[in-house]
């Protein structure tokens, strides 16, 4: 059975970057819809960026301008490169997968299927 598995997280000062990377391993099929979502202290889980199998691509707007999802299909590998890091970026980010096509990739997608353990990322002022 596959997994997802995230990496590229640490401590950064404010306006720095990070690259995050979220690797599918073992039996992962091809996911319709991929997400990066972030849980700060304190606060429920959000979503702030898909990509769908076909190249959509959405961002929550506290993210806009600063981050960028893209894919390695080859290394069935997520990434999220995030600039000009502030304090409020601040949390857990979390990589997850679904196989569904029901539903459009979008912010609002729920559930999903596959998730991966987290990474933390750390923006201090």
């Known amino acids: 059975q596959g997994k997802l598995v995230e990496s590229g997280g640490g401590s950064v000062q404010s306006g720095g970057s990070l690259r995050l990377s979220c690797a599918a391993s073992?039996?992962?099929?091809?996911?319709?819809?991929m997400a990066w979502f972030r849980q700060a202290p304190g606060e429920a889980r959000e979503v702030i960026t898909t990509l769908g199998r076909y190249g959509k691509i959405t961002y929550t707007d506290s993210i806009k301008g600063r981050f960028t999802v893209s894919e390695d299909a080859a290394k069935n590998t997520l990434y999220l490169q995030m600039d000009n890091l502030k304090p409020e970026d601040t949390g857990m980010y979390y990589c997850?997968?679904?196989?569904?096509?029901?539903?459009?990739?979008?912010?609002?997608?729920?559930?999903?299927?596959?998730w991966g353990q987290g990474t933390q990322v750390t923006v201090s002022s």
């Open positions: 997850a997968h679904d196989l569904s096509a029901w539903d459009p990739c979008s912010l609002e997608r729920e559930p999903w299927g596959s």
């Open positions: 073992g039996d992962m099929k091809r996911p319709y819809c």
